[in-house]
């Protein structure tokens, strides 16, 4: 619960967040939105969010309380993706 908490203001910054482009909450029952699957318009806007605010709060109480027993970040380069997603059009060369 204490997780959820810090999750909440983490997803409302994102929505807001210069650079990004699509942004989906995965997860498996019973624990919904477990991780976060989002395409950025470059590395600098990413760090941007992931180094400040509320995501920064949420990481810092992540870690420092041990909300996890395991974690995992990772980067990947899209090559191409198109489509509409939450209403919005998405292209990516």
Known sequence: MKFWAKAKPAEEAIKEASGSI????????????QATFTI???LKSIDAYA???AHL???KAAYGENYFSESM???FK???ASGVWQGKYVQIP
């Open 22 to 33: 699509l942004t989906a909450g995965l997860g498996e029952a019973p624990y919904f939105r």
């Open 40 to 42: 950025w318009e470059n």
């Open 51 to 53: 180094q400040s605010g």
């Open 57 to 59: 709060s949420a990481i």
């Open 73 to 75: 970040f990772t980067r």
């Open 78 to 80: 899209v090559g191409s």
